[in-house]
């Protein structure tokens, strides 16, 4: 069976070491992220339940996590041993699928791990800590990033800045080939007058 409340592998993540409110790690950046989570919360479940059945034995070792999940229990301090814990994050998860706001941010190049998590603590800690970015791609931007929510959107794109000035570009090339124009015109070279002979 799963340890109860006050045996050791309780005490040992006290509520105290716990954070008040959940957070999501840095490495949970996109709803399909939170998604994954849940599944993969589901799947433990299952799986310490089926070894419970089995071995009726308290269960010492927890079974290897994905990356994000792990990295998410040991921000939240969470023993996911423990059934409490487990129920508190499967709660979380869903509460964020539910409310957090989705944020959807394209570039023109797929974005790093470093620059990824360098804009998500930026959101998280100028907008809500809640957010959720879903990051794609659109080359055609060719640099910056187009940023939109359910009812806004915002060109940040070099693309955008282009088509902005596209009409003053045009009005250069069209004075630029004027210019041509009458450079090439030929020049007119003055004829002198006749000179009329005299026969005296």
Request: positive net charge.
């Amino acid at each position: 069976m799963e340890p109860k409340a006050g045996s050791p592998a309780q005490t040992s993540q006290t509520d105290s070491t716990k954070p008040a409110v959940l957070s999501l790690s840095t490495s949970v950046v996109s709803s399909g992220d939170v998604r994954r989570m849940r599944r993969e919360l589901q799947s433990l479940e299952d799986t310490l339940q089926q070894i419970r059945l089995r071995t009726r034995a308290p269960i010492a070792k927890l079974p290897r996590l994905g990356r994000q999940l792990e990295e998410f229990a040991s921000t939240n301090r969470l023993n996911m041993l423990l059934p409490d814990d487990r129920k508190q994050a499967m709660e979380f998860l869903n509460e964020t699928l539910k409310h957090a706001p989705i944020l959807h941010i394209s570039f023109a190049s797929e974005a790093s791990r470093t620059f990824t998590t360098q804009i998500v603590q930026w959101f998280r800690l100028n907008i809500r800590q809640d957010v959720l970015l879903n990051i794609g791609l659109e080359p055609i931007i060719a640099a910056g990033c187009i940023l939109w929510t359910v009812n806004k959107r915002f060109d940040f794109s070099l693309r955008s800045r282009f088509d902005a000035q596209a009409y003053r570009l045009g009005e250069a090339i069209k004075a630029s080939r004027e210019k041509a124009d009458q450079n090439d015109k030929p020049i007119d070279t003055p004829v002198a007058a006749p000179v009329e002979e005299s026969n005296g």
